[in-house]
């Protein structure tokens, strides 16, 4: 992942430690599970808000 984003490993374990806080996960298999139980619609809107605070 870090080479085809062009980022540090740092960088994505930022990315992946702050993905965890806002979606309220622990784990890969709770993100996943959160991902698999997550209508598509409240899903954009969930990834709006997270890409919003990046900012």
Known sequence: ???K???SSH???AHI?????KT???SRQEL???VEDTD???AGSMVR??????R
């Open 49 to 54: 808000e997270i890409l919003e605070d990046w």
């Open 24 to 26: 309220g996960v622990h």
């Open 40 to 42: 598509v619609a409240d």
């Open 1 to 3: 992942m870090t080479e």
């Open 11 to 13: 960088t994505a374990k």
């Open 17 to 21: 430690y702050n993905i965890y806080q």
């Open 5 to 7: 984003l062009i980022i």
């Open 32 to 34: 996943m599970d959160l």
